[in-house]
C-alpha cells in the first residue's frame, strides 16, 4: 500500500485505504482490510464508511465486501482522458504495433514505479504481467529503465532510495550501482533492454517520451518473448521506436501536457 505523506491527514489516509483495497483485485471483506491496514479498527472503519458514502467505495448487500465505487470509475475514467498519455499515443502505437508485430507498451511514472497506461497485443499475443492499469517496478523492466534514466539526479536519486530491489530472474538488477552503469549506457544510446529482468523469456526495447524541455512524460516499449525473437532482432525496431516516442512527445507537447511548460510561449 501506498503510505500517506506526513501532513496529509485524513484524506492522505483514505486514499490509502483506496489503495489498499485495489491491491486485493477483488471485493474485500472489512476483517481482511483490518488485518492489512496500518490504521486501528475504529478509524478504518470510519474511513471506509465515509468513502461508502461518497461512492468512491461499494459494498456489497450480500456478502458485506467492499469494492471500488462508480465515483471513482468516472474520476478514474476522466483521469486516463485528461492526464494519460494514452488517448494522445493511441494511433501511434497502433502504428507501431503493426510495423512492428510485437506488443507495444505505453507507461508512466508512479513514484518510480511503472504505471501501464495502454498496450497493444502482437498478432500472436504472450501472456505477460504488464496489462494497462497494472504498476510494475521501475528498477527492472525496460520502460521502467528508460525513464529513469533521464530522470535529474536529484529525482534519481529519491526514486532509487524507495526501490525494493527483489530479485525477480537471475537477470535482475539488484544494486543502485549497476543500475547507474546501466542509466549510462541508456542515455548514450536514448533507448534501454529488459533482458529477461522482471519476467523469464520476456525481452524488451524501450524509449523514454520526452519533452521539449527533456523531462520524461512517459515511456515506450517493444515487448517479445525469447521463444519468437531475440534482443538483436528487437533493436533492429529501435529507430521506429524512437521515432514514435518523439511523434507522441510532439502531440503532448501541443496538447499542452498537464504540468508541461510551454516555452515557446
Known sequence: MTESKGGDGTVGKAL?????????????????????????????????????????????????????GIRLVRLAHAAWQQSSLAPIARPHI?????????????????????????????REPVDMFSQAGKV?????????????????????????????????????????????????????S??????????AGIICIAAPILSNGGRVIGGLSIT????????AELESFAPLLLQTAQKIAEDAESWRFPGQQTANR
Open 16 to 68: 490509502d485505504v483506496l489503495d489498499l483495497i485495489a491491491s486485493f483485485n477483488r471485493p474485500v471483506r472489512f476483517a481482511e482490510l483490518q488485518g492489512k491496514s496500518p490504521f486501528p479498527k475504529a478509524t478504518l472503519y470510519r474511513l471506509i464508511q465515509t468513502l461508502t458514502h461518497q461512492n468512491m467505495l461499494a459494498q456489497d448487500p450480500d456478502t458485506g465486501a467492499y469494492s471500488p
Open 94 to 122: 497502433d502504428d507501431l504495433s503493426r510495423q512492428a508485430g510485437q506488443t507495444i507498451h505505453l507507461a508512466q511514472l508512479d513514484g518510480g514505479q511503472v504505471l501501464y497506461v495502454d498496450k497493444r497485443n502482437a
Open 136 to 188: 510494475g517496478p521501475g528498477y527492472c523492466t525496460g520502460v521502467g529503465k528508460a525513464m529513469l534514466a533521464f530522470l535529474t539526479e536529484t529525482e534519481l536519486e529519491a526514486v532509487l532510495a524507495r526501490q525494493s530491489f527483489h530479485r525477480f530472474t537471475p537477470s535482475t538488477l539488484t544494486t543502485k550501482d549497476a543500475l547507474w552503469t546501466e542509466f549510462e549506457e541508456i542515455r548514450a
Open 190 to 199: 536514448g533507448y534501454a533492454f529488459d533482458r529477461e529482468e522482471h519476467e
Open 224 to 231: 517479445g518473448t525469447l521463444l519468437k525473437t531475440t534482443l
